[in-house]
């Protein structure tokens, strides 16, 4: 059973940063590319970021492009999300999420991702 346990979420003051972790459990993890979503109180679940099976392709939403950077570290199963020059707008509770299968290629759409953690919150105060 594929298990994702996201920390590292907290109260910040605007422009300041976080690094987010999500351990995985139950299969390879090395075999499979991991997201990061995130979902504001009302609003749509979004894409924030990914990264593939390899680690050697990286994935951003626009809105976070240059101040997220997403990164694995296969021998401890975890991906990590070191968030920067934070903004009140970032406030949003963030979620890891793994595909079903392996090897595949990346994709920013959350309904292509069946495995989710239970979130960690962000919030940001100006």
């Known amino acids: 059973q594929v298990q994702l346990v996201e920390s590292g979420g907290g109260l910040v003051l605007a422009g300041g940063s976080l690094r987010l972790s999500c351990v995985a459990s139950?299969?390879?993890?090395?075999?499979?590319?991991m997201a990061w979503f995130r979902q504001a109180p009302e609003k749509e679940r979004e894409f924030v970021a990914a990264?593939?099976?390899?680690?050697?392709?990286?994935y951003y939403a626009d809105s976070v492009k240059g101040r997220f950077t997403i990164s694995r570290d296969n021998a401890r199963n975890t991906v990590h999300l070191q968030i920067t020059s934070l903004k009140p707008e970032d406030t949003a509770v963030y979620y890891c999420a793994a595909p079903l299968k392996p090897l595949s290629s990346v994709s920013r759409y959350s309904g292509d991702y069946p495995y989710w953690g239970q979130g960690t919150q962000v919030t940001v105060s100006s």
């Open positions: 990264i593939s099976w390899s680690g050697g392709s990286l």
């Open positions: 139950g299969r390879t993890f090395s075999y499979y590319a």
